[in-house]
């Protein structure tokens, strides 16, 4: 292959990979229907990209070391205090509700497309997986609540390395049958090294690098690359030790990370999150591209009913026996068997199966493939176009992220949060002064009794429905480090703070714009100067725009003694005014000020129908 077409070929990949995810983030559908499309489009139709002639023996290394990365990364959200209560639900699913997938699947595959035994077993062990590349992007757009979202995330990145390994055992047992060899005491020898080497190692592993990050043995611009180069080699020592071991290794791995106490794995999360990103793009493009044209065409109306029974049958008698006897009500318990979208595990495994196997003698083999892809395609296409809808009929689907978390219970805090409260947008006040949380409480404000940046926080506060950051506290270091804390819950662009005392080091206040997020209002909106106004007799109002009353006229009618602070858009939604940005607001839109207090006679034009916030 030429070397100009193999740097178009590989920029290419990353080009349409990022246009996949930005169209999917666009219109609210999972990537992994645009990144299949893309691949589908660039080998079997057009013909344009063959990963084997491009990759060659690197192909498969390649793609396992980059699962790796993502299951790691997955993993590494794991924290077990997310499912308490529902921790049998999980254990449930990843063992009694896999071994019962795989025979419905499997007996399935058998009676509708006569696939042999030995080929129908390693499919349906081959589908059982679902896995984070598609739960992960599928949870963001169905926005789940948090019990039903916690317990597909777990499902989906435990049953990875577990649904891998039952389809290696699967495999091995086939290759062990057919020499005529001991294929049970085989198999379970291998069953029992590989959870052994990948148990162990993982989490020697996952102790040791928690303990070097905890005390600095790693200076911070080494944090992300030797916790990176450590997920290879704990996968690849897994993987020479016992075949097959690597990904339930590095699974441990992250888990173990996730849930020791005083390691700082925000900073690690937010680079691997970004990786995954691009490796799940670039994966799926590469299987997909993969596929032959003759694979494609042999299915048809068996494979179709080989996919009811896989959505209509096995998914839900998994979850009715996994949930039995659980908290969960029958409205979570129905998304949950509605939901189980196949990933980049069984895409990888079958394909490697599939080749190893037809040299084996099987003819079926390459139907492995075709199978696996088309129910990949067909469980993402159905549920990321019904499981929304599903989940506000069913009532579990969190609100739209219209809520306000405000860091500070102060008299400034409590002046904006009873006006946004009032307009209808949900807040929460955090604050450690306890004056501070009573007059908040009296005042009629949810309030959060605590640090917003302690573990009592993260472990106690309930975000679920809120969107937004506004640091609103007297103490400008605290508002620096709750948007560096809410930077990865909320999103950088929904962080806000107060600006910094006009007082301080100018240097040192520069040096700070890029880590407190946006700053809220206009430069000289400090904390003091609010409260100073707040104190001689500002009040915060309320003001509908018209077509004849404009923003402009807003502002010009005060005579510039209005601090702009919020607009609210026809359709009920926030904007914010900021430093570096101003909405466009227009007729039909409200808009929320700070109006200084007038001496004197008070000549000036009240603007129509101004309400006073109280």
Same mark, same amino acid.
Request: aromatic share 10%; glycine share 6%; net charge neutral.
């Given at each position: 292959m030429e070397h100009a077409h193999i740097l178009l070929s590989l920029t290419l990949i990353g080009v349409l990979g990022s246009l996949a995810q930005w169209l999917a983030w666009l219109v609210k559908l999972p990537a992994i229907l645009f990144l299949l499309l893309v691949g589908l489009l660039l080998g079997p139709v057009t013909g344009w990209l063959r990963p084997d002639a491009l990759f060659g023996e690197l192909l498969f290394p390649i793609v396992s070391l980059a699962v790796a990365v993502i299951l790691f990364e997955g993993s590494l959200t794991l924290q077990l205090r997310q499912i308490r209560g529902l921790e049998s639900v999980v254990r449930n699913l990843v063992s009694i509700g896999?071994?019962?997938?795989?025979?419905?699947?499997?007996?399935?595959?058998?009676?509708?497309?006569?696939?042999?035994?030995?080929?129908?077993l390693l499919f349906g062990a081959l589908v059982v997986v679902t896995g984070p590349t598609v739960i992960v992007p599928m949870l963001r757009t169905v926005r789940p609540t948090a019990r039903v979202a916690n317990v597909l995330r777990w499902e989906g990145i435990v049953i990875d390395p577990l649904g891998a390994?039952?389809?290696?055992?699967?495999?091995?047992?086939?290759?062990?049958?057919?020499?005529?060899?001991?294929?049970?005491?085989?198999?379970?020898a291998g069953f029992g090294r590989t959870l052994a080497v990948g148990g162990l190692l993982g989490a020697a592993a996952g102790h040791g690098l928690g303990l070097a990050l905890r005390r600095v043995w790693v200076p911070e611009?080494?944090?992300?690359?030797?916790?990176?180069?450590?997920?290879?080699?704990?996968?690849?020592?897994?993987?020479?030790?016992?075949?097959?071991?690597?990904?339930?290794?590095?699974?441990?791995?992250?888990?173990?990370?996730?849930?020791?106490?005083?390691?700082?794995?925000?900073?690690?999360?937010? =680079?691997?999150?970004?990786?995954?990103?691009?490796?799940?793009?670039?994966?799926f493009i590469i299987l997909a591209a993969r596929l032959e044209p003759a694979q494609l065409a042999v299915l048809g109306p068996p494979a179709l009913a080989l996919f009811a029974?896989?959505?209509?049958?096995a998914r839900p008698l998994d979850v009715l026996v996994s949930t039995f006897g659980s908290s969960l009500n029958w409205r979570e318990r129905a998304l949950l068997a509605w939901i189980a979208p196949r990933?980049?595990?069984?895409?990888?495994?079958?394909?490697?199966?599939?080749?190893?196997?037809?040299?084996?003698?099987?003819?079926?083999?390459?139907?492995?493939?075709?199978?696996? =892809?088309?129910?990949?395609?067909?469980?993402?296409l159905l549920q990321s176009a019904t499981a929304r809808p599903l989940a506000h009929w069913l009532g579990v689907a969190e609100p739209e992220p219209r809520g306000l978390l405000i860091i500070g219970a102060n008299q400034v805090a409590r002046a904006i949060g009873l006006v946004l409260q009032e307009q209808g947008f949900p807040v929460m006040l955090t604050d450690n002064h306890w004056p501070n949380i009573r007059d908040a409480r009296m005042a009629g404000l949810p309030v959060f009794y605590g640090q917003a940046i302690s573990e009592i926080a993260d472990r106690h506060l309930n975000l679920v429905g809120f969107g937004y950051m506004l640091g609103l506290s007297q103490n400008?270091?605290?508002?620096?480090?709750?948007?560096?804390?809410?930077?990865?819950?909320?999103?950088?662009?929904?962080?806000?703070?107060?600006?910094?005392?006009?007082?301080?080091?100018?240097?040192?206040?520069?040096?700070?714009?890029?880590?407190?997020?946006?700053?809220?209002?206009?430069?000289?909106?400090t904390w003091k100067r609010l409260a100073s106004l707040l104190a001689q007799g500002a009040e915060i109002k309320v003001t509908p725009l018209t077509d004849?009353?404009?923003?402009?006229?807003?502002?010009?009618?005060?005579?510039?003694?209005?601090?702009?602070? =919020?607009?609210?858009?026809?359709?009920?939604?926030?904007?914010?005014?900021?430093?570096?940005?101003?909405?466009?607001?227009?007729?039909g839109w409200k808009v929320i000020g700070l109006v200084e207090a007038v001496s004197g006679t008070d000549s000036e034009a009240r603007p129509p129908n101004e309400e006073k916030a109280r």
């Open positions: 896999a071994l019962l997938t795989w025979g419905v699947i499997a007996v399935a595959a058998h009676w509708l497309l006569g696939l042999v035994w030995p080929l129908a390994l039952l389809a290696v055992l699967v495999f091995e047992f086939i290759l062990a049958s057919a020499t005529g060899a001991g294929a049970w005491q085989h198999v379970l611009y080494l944090t992300n690359v030797v916790t990176l180069t450590a997920v290879f080699g704990v996968f690849t020592a897994a993987n020479l030790v016992q075949a097959e071991s690597g990904l339930l290794a590095v699974t441990v791995m992250g888990m173990w990370l996730a849930n020791m106490k005083q390691v700082p794995v925000e900073e690690i999360l937010d =680079f691997k999150e970004s990786l995954s990103v691009l490796l799940i793009s670039g994966l029974v896989i959505q209509f049958v990933g980049i595990i069984a895409a990888a495994v079958s394909a490697l199966f599939a080749l190893r196997l037809e040299q084996a003698g099987y003819a079926q083999a390459p139907l492995l493939v075709s199978l696996t =892809f088309f129910v990949i395609i067909t469980t993402v400008d270091h605290l508002n620096v480090l709750a948007a560096l804390r809410y930077r990865h819950e909320f999103g950088r662009h929904n962080i806000y703070t107060l600006p910094p005392p006009q007082n301080g080091d100018a240097e040192r206040r520069v040096a700070t714009l890029e880590t407190r997020g946006h700053l809220l209002f206009r430069a000289d909106a004849s009353f404009t923003l402009e006229g807003y502002l010009a009618s005060r005579q510039q003694r209005v601090i702009p602070m =919020f607009a609210i858009t026809p359709k009920g939604r926030l904007r914010i005014f900021s430093v570096d940005d101003t909405p466009k607001a227009g007729p």
